[in-house]
Antibody, heavy 121, light 107 residues
Framework: EVQLVQSGAEVKKPGESLKISCKGS????????IGWVRQMPGRGLEWMGI????????RYSPSFQGQVTFSADTSISTAYLQWNSLKASDTGIYYC??????????????WGQGTLVTVSS | DIQVTQSPSSLSASVGDRVTINCRTS??????LNWYQQKPGKAPKLLIS???TLQSGVPSRFSGSGSGTDFTLTISSLQPEDYATYFC?????????FGQGTKLEIK
């Protein structure tokens, strides 16, 4: 069974750094793109970007380019989302998701449970 | 970047009603369009990929149609468990933007 398990909720102050994780199981982690999606409180889904763990190829949304960093450790089947200097506007739920090619399109077929990040002074 | 406009933003309907949700993209995306369902406090769930392919385990009352720039998600007979927020997403090119969402509420 494919599963993505994310790290727990975080409370941080503006200017602090943070790295959250997403551990995959039940499939060959290196062989599928992993996406990150933000959901601000009471808002919709924002596509942040995707990373291919097998070769670290990364595609960032222009809205998030330079604001976050994706990485992965294939030896432990884990993807990471990192901030160097958090802002209050980074508050939200962050989901990781496995991207698959169905033969007709890409889609996110399995999702993590989400990590709530709260940034407040 | 391709813009995705989803409508309506909210919808009130009764059990048994037929419901349609629309998604329009700013340029043609062939059938590179997916639909997701999200319930409160839960992660999104993939319902339909490539505009009309129902995912395994998704009830047949859900269907998707469209190609090019205009797409529709239809629920043929609304059930109590269908009350949720629905999002479309294009995957034609990065960034793979989501629509703004449609919150389906009980009438």
């Amino acid at each position: 069974e494919v599963q993505l398990v994310q790290s727990g909720a975080e409370v941080k102050k503006p200017g602090e750094s943070l790295k959250i994780s997403c551990k995959g199981s039940g499939y060959t982690f290196s062989n599928n793109w992993i996406g990150w999606v933000r959901q601000m409180p009471g808002r919709g889904l924002e596509w942040m970007g995707i990373m291919y763990p097998g070769d670290s190829d990364t595609r960032y949304s222009p809205s998030f380019q330079g604001q976050v960093t994706f990485s992965a450790d294939t030896s432990i089947s884990t993807a990471y989302l990192q901030w160097n200097s958090l802002k209050a506007s980074d508050t939200g739920i962050y989901y990781c998701a496995r991207q698959v090619w169905t033969g007709l399109t890409d889609c996110f077929d399995h999702w993590g449970q989400g990590t709530l990040v709260t940034v407040s002074s | 970047d391709i813009q995705v406009t989803q409508s309506p933003s909210s919808l009130s309907a009764s059990v048994g009603d037929r419901v349609t949700i629309n998604c329009r993209t700013s340029q043609s995306i062939n059938i590179y369009l997916n639909w997701y369902q999200q319930k409160p406090g839960k992660a999104p769930k993939l319902l339909i990929s490539s505009a009309s392919t129902l995912q395994s385990g998704v009830p047949s009352r859900f269907s998707g149609s469209g190609s090019g720039t205009d797409f529709t998600l239809t629920i043929s007979s609304l059930q109590p468990e269908d009350y949720a927020t629905y999002f479309c997403q294009h995957t034609s090119s990065t960034p793979c933007t989501f629509g703004q969402g449609t919150k389906l509420e009980i009438k």
